[in-house]
């Protein structure tokens, strides 16, 4: 039997300083010296156990109740509290306490933050992969420690993962790993695991096959897919995952993977209720990518199956992109523009987006968008919650804005330069106003004048 | 008893409103005024030449001052801590005066200088000038933190005391008193160094479009006067092209060098409205610029991590890449991005930019594009920017890549639209770009999209002649949304960006809570992301257990989400967050909104 480790002070709130130190982690060098060392010095500092009978020291606390204390601990205090006694020790290589692990990725060159130490991740491969359930890898934007997740990653043959998350902190390092590589360290958890239920793997070169061995596995426990930004993943591979995995409640994925047929499959009798679908939209360069429309009846088809879903999407496109959209009505929920968008564009909102619950928009053109505002308030009953970046409304037509909304707009997070004051308000009469309407203090966001 | 003062200028170079240097001359038989410069370090320091030239350009136009008053301007070559024994005993002070520094280096600096002074039995006169208000006293009243919203500070601000009034410039008479004599060899000893003598070559420099000195400060705030009366409206003014230009009613760089007294500033503009609207008093926007400046050096003044991520309470930490050379391209200009270019061009040979320009490139540096650290960005600043305050010039940084102050609104500027917008036909781009200056207005913001007939009309090849764009925006500013949400949602007390956190999603990966055995085991989604339960599971756990779960919201539960209040979430989640500061703004936000 090994002992596990003592941790240094530092390692506590890893994620929170430091520049890339790792933690210091230091396999001990056997349960004797250790015995000798620490339980002894402790005991005589701790009044309590020093004065009483053996059998009520710390060391002898019921096993659960360790266990309970444990499960409230970080891993570096667990550690260290581990190294009082033989029974702690025991307490501390319970599967239960090594159910979930985030793994840490990050090279010094690359990183402010801190890594796994390579001695943990051993330990945790060699005597702990069985135990883990809720797995995730954060690395930083080198290639290295996404290899290094991969490698981890196929290590891990006697497990059974619940939960997955790859996760890049910065620039999306998976993208840079040879898709071979990438392709079977995760084909090892999705054969290995067989009850997956949540993964997510974002900018990553998962693809089709990979994604049918997910399918042969796994189809019956999978809940959760997010898979935004997988390029090499195509409109068949995803609606694979649709057909067979009829547990599926949310998924995530790029415009591009989008079909009516994946509509459909996911609306299908045997399925379960969709809760979430995300739906980033996202182009290049503008002429390039030729977005396809989806069909009313297909939209149609999830709602009336799910009613409840949230529908989010995000949009990074240019405004001349926006033509195949929302033309009919469409049952988005959760809207973000991430850069311009046509004046055009949000009046067909005001008029096809009647489920729309919250809309950000943060650019448009120079002239005020006073009418499309006022119709998305009469057309969209739901909407509880507006962002507007660089545009314009006169603060007229705002006021009319939030009266017809009243206190049903919980968020309404307003850039300072968007109002325009007019014959009828200025800013300063624009804040009291609102507040009044909204039933609670309210300001426009906004920057620093420098 | 014989009188011998010592003015010591630092910032503060002008003789209007100069209430430390009055003290000096205050029954005084001998006055020097002094600026202590270290040509070595000059050169080694951070700071570029267009800061020195305006530095140095305000001292000339100090001593020409002086000289007028029968005075001049002592420039004493070294560090305060050597050179001021040397001087005590030299010149036989008995008083020194300064501006008070509220900056932390500067703090420490001046207790050592006092504790110095009262060694050689030199008596110290400190005032404090270069800011409105005394940030220890705005802090005071905020119950003894320095306020992290702006509207928490205008509160404040408004039941304070109007400032104190400016004091008239120094005269003749006053100086006649305590008249020094001027030795021979002043020049040579004490005169004003030349670019050159720090090191700096200054060959074919283009005409440079900040003078500095006090004389152009009052000619400048002259014309602003002016041109607000002639304006006679005090709104925010309309941003046009126009805007982006450096123009000849700026004042920031004047303001950061203390060649304009602010208190100056804000008495003329609080004298011109009372004139132009008889009835009312000036609304506090009226001095939003001069505000701005007080409200980051009273975050900054107890704060000497203040330009740091690292140990800053107030600051979130936030995992920035580390890539020399992305920003390397930044501060070159050399992005690809005409906008963002034009603008640190504009930068690096004016030193001044527009601060609708500063929000585009420190959000493209950081939380937009690059996701390159503000610290980075701000060092850069530092060397190019006239009116960098490292208070200001850090807050600003923070403030701009979501790090601090509370933003509720998560928006990132577009490297092609944010410029189209202000300056449709692209002029501003032609002027700092002119490798571009043919390309039609389409294509101005975006060269890479021209088609190859265009670029070869226009001379300009993007590849060849021009770089193309570093970075994909569309897929970048994808990317850094959901980081920021990761990051944001870890400190899940943080009320901020919240319309992007309340996109919902179901609580998947996030394991239930470890403690409750049942509901571990039969695991994942099923109940934690029922609505009900949904408010009081915590988004997110311990941060040294694995938040995989970056986007861990209950479906639903968005709203709630939003409103729950520091007090209400688990304690245990709350002892583990380090940033207690921002728990204490959450609640002070909260409180604003009450």
Known sequence: MVLPFYVDEEARNKMKRGRSKRQSFTPSEGRNKRHRSVTPAYVQTGSIASQRPTEETWGSLPHHVVLHIFQHLSLVDRARASSVCRRWNDVFHIPDLWRRFEFELNQPATSYLRSTHPDLIQQI??????????????????????????????????????TLGLI?????????????????????????????????????????????????????????????????????????????????????LNYHLLSDELLLALSSEKHVHLEHLRIDVVSENPGQTQFHTIKKSSWDALIRHSPQVNIVMYFFLYEEEFEPFFCEETPVTHLYFGRAVSKDMLGRIGLNCPRLVELVVCA??????????????????????????????????????????????????????????????????????????????????????? | ???????????????????????????????????????????????GVNRWRFLLESLEDLDTSLRKLNSR??????????????????????????????????????????????????????????????????????????????????????????????????????????????????????????????????????????????????????????????????ERPRITAQSLFASPTGLSPYLRFGCLSCRVFYYNLRDLFMKLRRRSSPPLS????????????????????????????????????????????????????????????????????????????????????????????????????????????????????????????????CPVGFGRRTDPSGDYIRRYIPKLKDYPNRYIYEPWNAPESVQKAANCIVGVDYPKPMINHAESSRLNIERMKQVYQQLSHYRGLSLLASVPTIQEEAEPPMSDDSQASSSTAGEASSPISAPSTPPNSDPSTPNSSPTAAA??????????????????????????????GVEQKTDDMQ
């Open chain 2, 286 to 413: 009226l001095f939003g610029q001069l505000l701005w400046r007080e409200f980051f050096y009273t975050a900054g003044t107890n704060n000497p991590n203040f330009d740091h991520m690292e140990g800053n309470p107030i600051c979130v930490q936030i995992p920035w890449d580390h890539n020399p050379e992305a920003l390397a391209k930044w501060a070159e200009g050399r992005t690809g991005f005409p906008w963002i270019d034009a603008i640190m061009t504009q930068l690096r040979q004016e030193g001044w930019i527009h601060h609708l320009a500063r929000h585009a490139v420190a959000c493209f540096l950081t939380r937009g594009d690059l996701w390159i650290s503000w610290e980075s960005g701000m060092k850069v600043f530092e060397e190019l920017l006239l009116d960098a305050d490292w208070s200001v010039n850090a807050g600003s940084w923070m403030w701009l890549s979501c790090s601090a102050f509370f933003q509720q609104f998560f928006h990132c500027y």
């Open chain 2, 1 to 47: 008893m014989v009188v011998n003062s010592v003015h010591w200028f630092r910032k503060g170079l002008r003789l209007h409103d100069n209430p430390a240097l009055q003290e000096a001359l205050n029954g005084a038989d001998t006055v020097r005024c002094v600026y202590i410069l270290d040509p070595w370090f000059a050169g080694s320091a951070n700071v």
């Open chain 2, 73 to 234: 301007l002592f420039v004493v070559r070294g560090q305060p801590t050597d050179v001021f024994p040397r001087l005590f005993k030299e010149w036989n002070v008995t008083r020194l005066t300064f501006e008070y520094d509220s900056e932390p280096y500067g703090k420490e600096r001046d207790a050592a200088i006092i504790k110095m002074a009262q060694e050689y039995g030199v008596e110290t006169m400190v005032r404090n000038t270069h800011t409105l208000y005394s940030p220890d006293r705005i802090i005071e009243m905020n119950n003894h933190s320095p306020p992290l919203t702006f509207k928490r500070f205008q509160a404040i601000v408004n039941r304070l005391e109007l400032p104190r009034k400016p004091l008239p410039t120094i005269t003749q008479e006053q100086m006649a008193r305590c008249r020094t004599q001027i030795s021979e060899n002043h020049d040579e000893r004490y005169g004003v160094p030349s670019l050159e003598e720090l090191g700096f070559k200054t060959q074919g420099d283009s005409l440079h479009v900040w003078k500095g000195g006090e004389t152009e400060a009052m000619e400048r705030l002259n014309k602003h006067l002016d041109r607000k009366a002639w304006v006679a409206n005090f």
């Open chain 1, 125 to 162: 491969i060699k005597r702990h992969a069985q135990h883990l359930q809720y797995v995730s890898f954060k690395v930083d934007s080198c290639t290295e420690s996404a290899e290094a997740a991969c490698n981890i990653l196929s290590q891990l043959v006697n497990c059974t993962i619940k």
């Open chain 1, 168 to 252: 890049s902190t910065a620039r999306p390092s998976f993208m840079d790993v040879s898709q071979s590589h990438f392709v079977s360290a995760l084909t090892v958890v999705f054969v290995n695991s067989k009850s997956l239920s949540s993964i997510k793997i974002d900018d990553t070169p998962v693809d089709d096959p990979s994604l049918k061995v997910l399918v042969a596995n796994n189809s019956e426990t999978l809940k959760l897919l997010k898979m935004s930004s997988c390029p090499h993943v195509s409109p068949a591979g995803i609606l694979c995952v649709a057909d067979q995995c009829h547990g599926l409640r949310e998924l995530a």
């Open chain 1, 364 to 450: 448009n053109g120079l002239e005020p968008l006073d009418e499309e505002l006022i119709r998305i308030a009469e057309r969209c009953k739901s909407l509880t919650a507006i962002g507007l970046g660089e545009c314009e409304v006169t603060c007229s037509g705002f006021m009319e804005f939030v009266k017809m909304c009243g206190d049903r707009l919980s968020q309404l997070s307003i850039m300072e330069e968007v109002l325009i004051p007019d014959n009828t308000y200025n800013i300063d009469q624009i804040h009291s106003e609102v507040s009044k309407h909204l039933g609670r203090i309210w300001f426009p966001d906004m920057m620093p004048t420098w």
């Open chain 2, 555 to 584: 479906p639903g539960a968005h709203t709630h989400r939003k409103r729950v209040r520091p007090s209400e979430l688990p304690s245990k989640q709350k002892s583990k967050v380090k940033h207690t500061n921002q728990a204490k």
